[in-house]
T-cell receptor
Framework: GNSVTQMEGPVTLSEEAFLTINCTYT??????LFWYVQYPGEGLQLLLK?????DKGSNKGFEATYRKETTSFHLEKGSVQVSDSAVYFC???????????FGKGTSLLVTP | GAGVSQSPSNKVTEKGKDVELRCDPI?????LYWYRQSLGQGLEFLIYFQGNSAPDKSGLPSDRFSAERTGGSVSTLTIQRTQQEDSAVYLC??????????????FGPGTRLTVL
């Protein structure tokens, strides 16, 4: 079946540090890949997505590239801010179904 | 509406009672989804609606859980005879192009259910 594995948190970084959150997936066919973010006290928001191999999704300085050869969709940001503190979820949507399969989430804390 | 709305935002109930959770999707979105977010299990899919029918109910954990959608809009998730393990945040999402690679699900703020 489909599954998503992302790195365990919590991740603590200083402001302006480089961020990588690893995400790998197992899926049949050609899934679409997503990063969702959940800020404290708020609902899930779509951060970025990619729908085919080698696509790069980007938003708010975050980027992730759909790597089919390594079945990965790692999230990166060059310089994090305190306001980026949140829980980040990697997810996939397979082309044979409608449900999103989520990773467990990675909590990020950015300190001044 | 501007986004997906859910009510109530918080619900505390006693074990054995029935609860109803409501979701109002983004206007015009044909697809509606329910998920559950709990500490031990992460985010789990429960059920998917296309219009008023539910072609995928595979995530409902037991027959105590049911959902309906009326008028292709509002959906209600009902949990009968609640158990403590039902305590979680119940999330609703909607989308406009289900089954397409370009589809994006938009989530509501969730209902936090606590079963005492």
């Amino acid at each position: 079946g489909n599954s998503v594995t992302q790195m365990e948190g919590p991740v603590t970084l200083s402001e302006e540090a480089f961020l990588t959150i690893n995400c790998t997936y197992t899926a049949t066919g050609y899934p679409s890949l997503f990063w969702y973010v959940q800020y404290p006290g708020e609902g899930l928001q779509l951060l970025l997505k990619a729908t085919k191999a080698d696509d790069k999704g980007s938003n708010k300085g975050f980027e992730a590239t759909y790597r089919k050869e390594t079945t990965s969709f790692h999230l990166e940001k060059g310089s994090v801010q305190v306001s980026d503190s949140a829980v980040y979820f990697c997810a996939l949507s397979s082309n044979s179904g409608y449900a999103l399969n989520f990773g467990k989430g990675t909590s990020l804390l950015v300190t001044p | 509406g501007a986004g997906v709305s859910q009510s109530p935002s918080n619900k505390v109930t006693e074990k054995g009672k029935d609860v109803e959770l409501r979701c109002d999707p983004i206007s015009g979105h044909t697809a509606l989804y329910w998920y559950r977010q709990s500490l031990g299990q992460g985010l789990e899919f429960l059920i998917y609606f296309q219009g008023n029918s539910a072609p995928d109910k595979s995530g409902l954990p037991s027959d105590r859980f049911s959902a309906e959608r009326t008028g292709g809009s509002v959906s209600t998730l009902t949990i009968q005879r609640t158990q403590q393990e039902d305590s979680a945040v119940y999330l609703c999402a909607s989308s406009s192009n289900p089954g397409l690679a370009s589809d994006t699900q938009y989530f509501g703020p969730g209902t936090r259910l606590t079963v005492l």
